[in-house]
């Protein structure tokens, strides 16, 4: 048994919010993820897919996901499964916390194999498919 204490949590910052990975492959898991997103208010996260399914449960806020063309209103004590290779958008006004599980490796890609105008520097270019360091 692998026990990570709160202090060992790893925390990833991105534009658009903070990732702490409580387990993963590379913290004592071997094969799944789990998370918290806590993305700040008036945020548009980027287009993009997973290659693998992942489960949200939100604890605090609201947010809207564009599923592949479906808008979806999710808040505190929602849970939201995102299949794998669905084009997805999560956009919050107040922002939210929420926690979050999938497989590890788990690549996150660009559906169209184009790079997004302002992509961050964590984001996958063009056909590239990238491991989210949360993920990792």
């Known amino acids: 048994m692998t026990v990570i204490r709160d202090n ?10 903070v990732m702490t990975t409580y387990a993963s492959p590379t913290q004592g898991a071997t094969a799944l993820a789990l998370w918290r997103v806590e993305m700040l208010a008036d945020r548009k ?23 592949d063309g479906e808008t979806l209103t999710v808040g505190a004590g929602d849970t939201l499964v995102l299949p794998a290779d669905v084009r997805r958008q999560i956009i919050t006004a107040e922002g939210f916390t929420a926690v979050v599980t999938s497989p590890s490796p788990s690549y996150a890609y ?27």
């Open 45 to 67: 996260g980027p287009v993009h897919a997973m290659d693998t399914e992942q489960i949200w449960t939100f604890l605090a806020g609201t947010a809207t996901v564009d599923l």
């Open 8 to 17: 060992d949590a790893r925390r990833t910052e991105t534009p658009n919010g």
């Open 110 to 136: 660009n559906p169209d194999a184009v790079t997004p105008p302002g992509a961050c520097d964590l984001a996958p270019r063009d056909d590239q498919r990238v491991l989210p360091a949360w993920i990792a």
